[in-house]
């Protein structure tokens, strides 16, 4: 069965750093990209970064210099690098796997940025 788990999720101060994880398992073909959304309350899901499969990335503009995606060799694994975060950042983090059959949704994992 396919799985695509988050993790690294949760509370920290302005100016803070987290690390968000993202693992697809079980048997998986096609996957060409994977990325970052994130839906803030009352906002709509946006897009944060994507890394394609060969090796091309994205950022909306309010992260970069600040976040940094990557993944593994396997392509199945990606991973945010969240520095420098601010309150604005605060919202539900999805992990999107994007392949040739169908894209995958994580279940989402809070990043809350207050003091």
């Known amino acids: 069965q396919v799985q695509v788990v988050e993790s690294g999720g949760g509370l920290v101060q302005p100016g803070g750093s987290l690390r968000l994880s993202c693992a697809a398992s079980?048997?998986?073909?096609?996957?060409?990209?994977m990325g970052w959304y994130r839906q803030a309350p009352e906002k709509q899901r946006e897009l944060v970064a994507r890394?394609?499969?060969?090796?091309?990335?994205n950022y909306v503009d309010s992260v970069k210099g600040r976040f940094t995606i990557s993944g593994d060799n396997t392509k199945n694994t990606v991973y945010l690098q969240m520095n420098n975060l601010k309150p604005e950042d605060t919202a539900v983090y999805y992990c999107?796997?994007?392949?040739?059959?169908?894209?995958?949704w994580g279940q989402g994992t809070q990043v809350t940025v207050s003091s």
């Open positions: 079980g048997s998986i073909f096609g996957i060409y990209a």
């Open positions: 890394l394609s499969s060969g090796g091309s990335t």
């Open positions: 999107h796997v994007s392949r040739y059959n169908g894209d995958l």
